[in-house]
């Protein structure tokens, strides 16, 4: 251990209270005031760069805006000889994993941090690492009854984005009490915080964890595909419990309570109930008692929740859990998770997840077939797991439904067209996975999932029909991608939604609710919501903003950008998309494309990738550009279909399984003019017929069936 510091950052060093992978806890005294406080300097690896500075002081900022007697108190933070730090207040007690609780404490306990963590997601802020060594406990000297609960460490977990933490065998959120969807690589949102609180209960009353795994990488497979064990399996005096923990550990965040305060109320009740005597015995010897050590808070950091930003809820709960549909062991995932501090720990190969596949019946009047019409102007989005498109000025979708995104009121997955229920004179239609949204007589619409407020209604209310965005008028585009929604009203651009790497461009990470104006914006003509970056094109200048690990802000560097930033070397633009970590443009009647190009979606023959826009190779006359989220990019040139890039389920539509770094023509279509590269999945209007390729799992091609296509099919409305 290296010797004990004198000073930092101007603090006198008393002694140094502990040590862990996220950083180093001393008991300082505060020159100015001479109070003892407790200061975390904050490991990272390399020199603080800029960026990283920015990012601590916002999410600092944020953290000690935070006024809750449940959320420890920040008193003050910079950067001192490289390292981040941060004061806070001292309090002498102990951690959950150092105190054993009466059945009644847990649920005294559990309650405090409920009500700290709801006041935080109701401020934009989510937790995103709710364990035991997070929460603080104090008792009264007079008759050791429960004094302060008080949650630490608020938002490391997304402040470690930023940089390389040096923290070995450390995990992002804790992996034991980390919810599946961050394992997944979704935003963590308020029901996520919830979940964690969860399994932290559950092992203060059981003494283990919901999953019991050998190794990291199949618990977080376990954690992905099955369901946890239930707590009477531990503990039979806690079957009351049971159907607590189904709900606040449910896979799907729309399936948890909708606050943590509502969890907690049902954990009390449920203690409350019969079998007090064996639920105390199970409970109380769970936790060695306290060891009489001293803890302190840990670090600021902020991150804008699930919806982060405005109004807060998690979506509520259905009130009965959709029936499980048939499965098909078809869909690869790759889950990340971190072994060494930001490191993510990239675990491939190892799981299958069993997507659903279940076609229409013919006869069902929710899938009406109306008269197709003329493809000109007509607008399509191929997304993942769904894909949708206009007609006659109605919306239709098809594919996966698991979230509502197809409008359709159910969450039955349909593998034709259906229409979405109460839209008419609809001009735009835009689907990005959970959720979708429209255009219709200049308003904006969206449904489905609505965990980070992509909806922008204000609420986190999942919604199974069109819903209208709040406060916008004369809208004439929309796009909607991984938890984030933008818009084109009146000129200008709008965001909402997550907003962990600055995606929505409103100089802040906390996730928004409704639409917030992005400034430096104007005559605004094309815009594109990305996986964490967002791309618009404004007085024929493309600019992009938000997450730029792989060059994808074609800024020439990789430096995140939280306002919009113009692409170098465009001009006389008309047309962008941004996919996964890679955007493209049309300029000048040509494309180009910067980012990742890992499978060769940036169509300039190679597979290196740029950190600035790069011609895409035999193109000319190009009319409109789509890039998806699976690294395949198609486009329109002299009026047929050209794709490239990531072809391993045949969406570059040539009839093979190989990826193409250089455009291929896509056979068989003429008069295009419309296309959209999804999830795996490609569609095209040509003349005035749909046509879908790629991948099938869900009926996302609206073939009605399951089976993939590897060259392009017509779709029958």
């Not at 730090?85 to 405090?112: C, H, I, K, N, Q």
Request: net charge negative; proline share 7%; aromatic share 6%.
């Amino acid at each position: 251990m290296a010797p004990q510091p004198d000073q930092v950052a101007g603090y006198r060093v008393i002694t140094r209270l502990g040590s862990g992978g996220m950083g180093t806890v001393y008991l300082v005294e505060n020159p100015q005031l001479r109070r003892r406080e407790a200061l975390k300097v904050i490991s990272v690896a390399d020199t603080v760069d800029d960026e990283f500075a920015r990012r601590f002081s916002r999410e600092a900022q944020t953290a000690a805006a935070l006024d809750h007697p449940n959320i420890v108190t920040i008193y003050h933070y910079g950067v001192s000889d490289g390292d981040p730090w941060f004061t806070m207040a001292y309090l002498d007690g102990a951690d959950l994993r150092r105190a054993s609780f009466r059945p009644e404490e847990v649920a005294a306990v559990v309650g405090r941090v409920a009500d700290a963590l709801d006041h935080a997601h109701e401020r934009g802020v989510i937790h995103r690492d709710i364990k035991p060594a997070n929460i603080l406990v104090t008792r009264r000297a007079t008759d050791h009854a429960l004094d302060r609960v008080v949650v630490l460490d608020f938002g490391i977990a997304k402040l470690t984005t930023a940089t390389t933490l040096t923290a070995p065998s450390s995990f992002v959120g804790t992996l034991v009490y980390a919810a599946p969807e961050i394992l997944d690589g979704r935003p963590a949102g308020p029901a996520s915080d919830q979940y964690s609180l969860a399994c932290t209960a559950y092992e203060l009353l059981s003494g283990a964890t919901p999953f019991d795994a050998d190794t990291q990488t199949r618990h977080i497979v376990a954690k992905l595909t099955t369901s946890p064990a239930r707590i009477s399996e531990h503990q039979p005096g806690l079957a009351t419990l049971d159907p607590v923990f189904d709900r606040a550990l449910a896979r799907d965040p729309m399936d948890r309570y909708p606050t943590c305060r509502a969890f907690a109320d049902d954990l009390r009740a449920a203690l409350a109930g019969p079998g007090p005597d064996s639920v105390g015995e199970a409970a109380t010897s769970v936790i060695p008692p306290p060891h009489g050590t001293r803890h302190l808070a840990s670090p600021p950091g902020i991150t804008p929740p699930l919806p982060a930003g405005a109004v807060t809820r998690v979506p509520p709960t259905p009130a009965a859990p959709v029936p499980p549909k048939p499965t098909r062991s078809r869909w690869p995932l790759l889950i990340g998770a971190v072994c060494a501090v930001v490191v993510l720990l990239v675990v491939a190969a190892i799981a299958v997840l069993t997507l659903r596949g279940n076609d229409n019946d013919p006869d069902d009047p929710a899938a009406p077939a109306p008269q197709a019409s003329s493809a000109a102007g007509a607008q399509l989005s191929a997304g993942l797991g769904t894909t949708c498109s206009l007609q006659d000025g109605n919306a239709y979708c098809w594919g996966l439904n698991d979230n509502g995104q197809l409008g359709d009121g159910t969450t039955t997955d349909r593998s034709t067209p259906t229409r979405v229920a109460d839209l008419t004179d609809v001009t735009a239609i835009t689907t990005g996975g959970p959720n979708t949204c429209a255009v219709a007589g200049s308003n904006a619409y969206c449904w489905g999932n609505n965990d980070y407020g992509q909806v922008g209604d204000g609420t986190t209310d999942a919604r199974l029909v069109p819903t209208r965005v709040a406060g916008l008028a004369d809208v004439t585009a929309v796009s909607t991608a991984n938890w984030a929604t933008c818009a084109i009203s009146a000129g200008s651009a709008y965001c909402w939604g997550t907003n962990d790497f600055d995606q929505v461009g409103d100089g802040s990470t906390a996730n928004q609710y409704r639409p917030v104006r992005v400034e430096g914006l104007d005559d605004v003509t094309a815009i594109s919501v990305g996986v964490n970056f967002t791309c618009a094109i404004a007085g024929g200048d493309a600019y992009c903003w938000g997450l730029n690990d792989n060059g994808q802000i074609g800024d020439g560097t990789t430096t995140n950008r939280a306002r919009p930033t113009r692409v170098a070397d465009l001009d006389a633009a008309t047309d962008v998309s941004a996919g996964a970590a890679a955007a493209c443009a049309v300029a000048g009647g040509s494309a180009y494309c910067w980012g990742n190009n890992a499978f060769g979606q940036l169509g300039d023959g190679t597979k290196e990738s740029r950190t600035a826009a790069t011609l895409v190779s035999g193109l000319s006359d190009v009319g409109a550009i789509s890039t998806g989220s699976s690294s395949t990019t198609c486009a329109i040139a002299g009026g047929t279909a050209h794709c490239w890039g990531a072809n391993a389920w045949g969406s570059v539509g040539d009839g093979t399984l190989e990826d193409r770094p250089a455009p291929v023509r896509v056979d068989g279509l003429t008069e295009v003019d419309a296309v959209s590269a999804g999830e795996r999945t490609t569609c095209a209007f040509a003349a005035s017929t749909l046509y879908c390729w790629g991948f099938n799992a869900t009926g996302q091609l609206g073939v009605g069936g399951t089976d993939d296509r590897l060259e392009p099919t017509p779709v029958s409305f």
